[in-house]
């Protein structure tokens, strides 16, 4: 399976099947390329399970590897340095790639490596976390700052995603369901008829197939692909993909990074966004049969008693997508139909505190 993607700075290809990396090494050789040296930038978790596999499968070109810390940790200055540093010692020049071998965390550091390395490098994606269909594919690529996260970064498109099914065999439940929200994410702002399938179709994330894998990942970069064609750089429409994510990473961010997955902040800001529409558009919408189908897939859909509504509301003010200390939410008219909306703060805390008793 293969889907294309395109953008004003590059098209690309993004290879969704099991042994897709079997596919890497003659796409590298492909006579419009030369390789000099190939980087792959690895975490321990990943390294350990394909590091060697990845290798083998490269066996032809000139392969060095660098292996950084796990998730959040590796998307720090200093790891950034060390990369940097590392490429220069082994010689790196403008016709060497890097491969990103990783989850999300991986992909947003070592794409900022090749972003910013020579004045940039080409890359390559090889996601290994459902989390990844979302980060791997669009082109931001960042690290953090002790005072926000994402902070420092570039948009910068990889040559090539290579999404390898079975490398997602070892991902943790935990992980699976903070990269499913973004799935579900992407049917809600886009596509009524694929969160149907989701809604119907996935009922358990431990028992997932990899017919249902590759088509919803598929699906998910398509939706993701076709904004991003429209409105690189996000100026406009590509904000919609943020829904859920303002109080999301308001959530993320006051409980301290790592304490709750992305997604599964992200989810409870879906579970809000939709709330807030409910109250401002006319969105039908069966928040009932919706809460109900995520307690069976493992979410916690309220907000942890011991984070503080107005702390979140503070939190909410900083995003750097808010504007002059207002919040701007991304809400749905319909299922499919999202719209950029400035909330008051009494709306915002009044919804707020719904969120923290479950009903459902
Ligand atoms: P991650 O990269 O931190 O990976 C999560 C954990 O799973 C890590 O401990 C990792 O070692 C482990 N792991 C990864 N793949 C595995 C596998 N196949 N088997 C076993 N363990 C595995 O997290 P993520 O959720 O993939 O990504 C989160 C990051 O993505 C955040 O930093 C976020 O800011 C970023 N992000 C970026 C974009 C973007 O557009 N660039 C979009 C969304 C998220
Ligand atoms: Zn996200």
Same mark, same amino acid.
């Given at each position: 399976e293969k889907v294309h993607i395109s953008t004003p700075s590059k098209d690309y290809p993004v290879f969704i099947e099991k +042994?897709? =990396?079997? !596919?890497?090494?003659?796409?590298?050789?492909? &006579? #419009?390329? +030369?390789?000099?040296?190939?980087? %792959? %930038?690895?975490?321990?978790?990943?390294? *350990?399970?394909?590091? &060697?596999?990845l290798e083998n499968s490269l066996s032809s070109f000139d392969v060095t590897h660098y292996v950084v810390p796990n998730g959040e940790e590796a998307k720090t200055f200093e790891i950034y340095y060390s990369c940097l540093s590392y490429a220069l010692e082994q010689k790196l020049d403008r016709k060497s790639y890097i491969l990103a071998l990783g989850g999300g965390a991986v992909g947003d550091l070592a794409g900022f490596v090749a972003a910013t390395y020579m004045r940039g490098i080409p890359f390559i994606q090889i996601p290994t976390t459902i989390l990844a269909h979302d980060s791997?594919?669009?082109?931001?690529?960042?690290? #953090?700052? $002790?005072?926000?996260?994402?902070? %420092?970064?570039?948009?910068?498109? $990889?040559?090539a995603v290579f999404f390898d099914l079975n490398f997602l065999k070892s991902l943790p439940l935990v992980e699976k369901r903070s990269g499913f929200a973004e799935v579900i994410k992407h049917g809600l702002i886009q596509d009524f008829s694929f969160y149907e399938w989701l809604n119907k179709n996935i009922t358990s994330l431990e028992t997932l197939t990899d017919e249902q894998i590759s088509f919803f990942l598929k699906t998910g970069i398509n939706i993701k692909g076709a904004i991003v064609k429209e409105d690189e750089k996000e100026n406009g429409i590509r904000r919609f993909l943020n829904f859920g994510h303002t109080l999301g990473h308001a959530i993320e961010a006051e409980a301290g990074y790592g304490k709750i997955s992305h997604g599964e902040a992200v989810m409870i800001g879906m579970v809000y966004a939709l709330q807030l529409s409910k109250a401002v558009t006319n969105l039908s919408f069966n928040m009932d049969h919706f809460k109900g189908w995520l307690s069976e897939l493992g979410y916690q859909i309220t907000v942890p008693s011991y984070l503080d509504p /107005?702390?979140?509301?503070?939190?909410? /003010? !900083? *995003?750097?997508? &808010? =504007? /002059?200390? /207002?919040?701007?939410?991304?809400?749905l008219e319909e299922i499919g139909q999202p719209m950029i909306k400035e909330l008051c703060d009494e709306l915002i805390l009044e919804e707020l505190e719904h969120l923290y008793t479950y009903s459902g």
């Amino acid at each position: 399976e293969k889907v294309h993607i395109s953008t004003p700075s590059k098209d690309y290809p993004v290879f969704i099947e099991k +042994e897709a =990396i079997g !596919q890497l090494e003659s796409f590298l050789k492909d &006579s #419009n390329r +030369e390789v000099s040296k190939i980087l %792959i %930038i690895t975490d321990y978790n990943v390294g *350990d399970l394909y590091l &060697s596999k990845l290798e083998n499968s490269l066996s032809s070109f000139d392969v060095t590897h660098y292996v950084v810390p796990n998730g959040e940790e590796a998307k720090t200055f200093e790891i950034y340095y060390s990369c940097l540093s590392y490429a220069l010692e082994q010689k790196l020049d403008r016709k060497s790639y890097i491969l990103a071998l990783g989850g999300g965390a991986v992909g947003d550091l070592a794409g900022f490596v090749a972003a910013t390395y020579m004045r940039g490098i080409p890359f390559i994606q090889i996601p290994t976390t459902i989390l990844a269909h979302d980060s791997a594919v669009g082109g931001k690529v960042a690290i #953090n700052h $002790p005072l926000g996260k994402n902070m %420092i970064g570039a948009f910068y498109q $990889p040559e090539a995603v290579f999404f390898d099914l079975n490398f997602l065999k070892s991902l943790p439940l935990v992980e699976k369901r903070s990269g499913f929200a973004e799935v579900i994410k992407h049917g809600l702002i886009q596509d009524f008829s694929f969160y149907e399938w989701l809604n119907k179709n996935i009922t358990s994330l431990e028992t997932l197939t990899d017919e249902q894998i590759s088509f919803f990942l598929k699906t998910g970069i398509n939706i993701k692909g076709a904004i991003v064609k429209e409105d690189e750089k996000e100026n406009g429409i590509r904000r919609f993909l943020n829904f859920g994510h303002t109080l999301g990473h308001a959530i993320e961010a006051e409980a301290g990074y790592g304490k709750i997955s992305h997604g599964e902040a992200v989810m409870i800001g879906m579970v809000y966004a939709l709330q807030l529409s409910k109250a401002v558009t006319n969105l039908s919408f069966n928040m009932d049969h919706f809460k109900g189908w995520l307690s069976e897939l493992g979410y916690q859909i309220t907000v942890p008693s011991y984070l503080d509504p /107005k702390k979140l509301l503070a939190r909410m /003010k !900083q *995003d750097k997508k &808010s =504007i /002059k200390q /207002k919040v701007t939410f991304v809400l749905l008219e319909e299922i499919g139909q999202p719209m950029i909306k400035e909330l008051c703060d009494e709306l915002i805390l009044e919804e707020l505190e719904h969120l923290y008793t479950y009903s459902g």
